[in-house]
């Protein structure tokens, strides 16, 4: 049996998704973990800027302009 290009295109299916399942994994994990600290630390834990805080933040940065500031993984009290 031969090498095509199917096989190659299975090859390559099959890798992209292990990468995306490994990925999702790290993810989640991580998120257990920080949700974890978050409690143990009597604070309140977010995945995302619910606050909008990256527009505040990118006004501080050294670069004028700079693009696409994230913030992510945010603990807070109340």
């Not at 998120?31 to 805080?53: H, M, Q, W």
């Amino acid at each position: 049996m031969s090498f095509n290009h199917f096989h190659l295109l299975g090859v390559a299916v099959v890798a992209v998704l292990s990468i995306w399942l490994l990925d999702r994994w790290a993810l989640r994990l991580r998120t257990v973990r920080l949700r974890g600290l978050a409690k143990e630390l009597k604070l309140r834990y977010s995945p995302d800027d619910r606050f909008n805080i990256a527009s505040r933040i990118s006004l501080c940065l050294p670069d004028p302009g700079a693009a696409d500031v994230q913030v992510r993984d945010l603990m807070y009290r109340t």
